[in-house]
């Protein structure tokens, strides 16, 4: 069981996009060099974003993403199921129905004991993630790193972020 | 995200094991028979449950697979880790050291906030499956079947298991 690779990397972007000053943007390929990760693949995760009604995408030459809503309102939850998706990572094949033994289709409308014990830990798994907000990220982020690392974010801030009504 | 669909086969074996006699084995092949899944498939989990030590493999004509301790002592958990291993889902990149801003090494000794928070999710789905145990499975299934699935299941059993100090 692997978490996919781009629910790290989207969380990453929206914990930067966080810290942008009211109606920044940030494009995708400033968000891939901001993280040394492929383009595309950044791209990619944005898109999902935007999907899942996380990000917005702001459109025009100083367009780019922004969080769709305060930080403190994103769980990484949502950060999971916006990359994921929502299909429960437990995949019941009904095994129960198999073979010289099988249980009856009528008799397995509810999930077996198997598959009921995976969607609850699957639960739990999204209960915790959803008690996490970008703006704990963030947080957490700040309190393990210093003004000099501060400073040089906010450097790369107004080099690499766009500004409705501006051209960068 | 997705469970390796080993570990429902995993779990239906150790359910089926359950059940037998005391002494009783059942040959990789008449699980794979029994769940109607590829044999080769079936014989890799069996190998991955003994390792793990939660199946004993018995030799001998009349070998095959019993469990290593009772049906109350094993949970999901344990048929979860010995099927995909312990690694975590969720395996961090360290992208908070990439980039034009990246934190030195030294810096993260700790995991960062996303990392953290995802280890906390993964230990809370395998809390949840701790609490259910393969005893439970069974009970589950006996609560949804009929007496005469019962007696299909121990008609097949009869049919198909080992007893110690007895050729089939």
Redesign the interface.
């Known amino acids: 069981?692997?978490?996919?690779?781009g629910?790290?990397?989207a969380?990453?972007a929206c914990?930067l996009l966080a810290v942008l000053p009211e109606g920044w943007t940030l494009s995708a390929e400033a968000l891939a060099?901001?993280?040394?990760?492929p383009p595309a693949y950044m791209a990619k995760q944005m898109q999902a974003l935007s999907s899942a009604g996380l990000v917005v995408s702001v459109r025009g030459a100083a367009g780019g993403y922004r969080l769709a809503r305060p930080a403190r309102d994103i769980s990484?939850k949502d950060v999971f199921l916006a990359v994921?998706g929502a299909a429960p990572?437990?995949?019941?094949?009904e095994?129960?129905q198999?073979?010289?033994?099988?249980?009856a289709k009528a008799?397995c409308r509810?999930p077996?004991?198997?598959?009921?014990?995976?969607y609850?830990?699957?639960?739990?798994?999204?209960?915790?993630?959803a008690g996490?907000t970008i703006m704990?990220?963030v947080?957490?982020?700040s309190a393990?790193?210093?003004l000099g690392?501060a400073a040089?974010?906010a450097t790369?801030i107004q080099s690499n972020a766009s500004r409705p009504g501006t051209e960068r």
Chains 1, 2 share one sequence.
């Not at 060099?33 to 990760?37: G, I, L, N, T």
């Not at 077996?112 to 995976?118: E, L, P, R, Y």
């Open positions: 069981m692997k978490v996919n690779k629910v790290e990397w969380a990453h914990a060099a901001y993280h040394d990760v990484l994921e990572s437990f995949r019941c094949t095994v129960r198999n073979g010289p033994c099988g249980a008799q509810k077996c004991g198997i598959a009921a014990s995976f609850a830990a699957e639960t739990a798994f999204r209960d915790s993630l996490v704990d990220v947080a957490s982020a393990a790193s210093d690392k040089k974010i790369w």
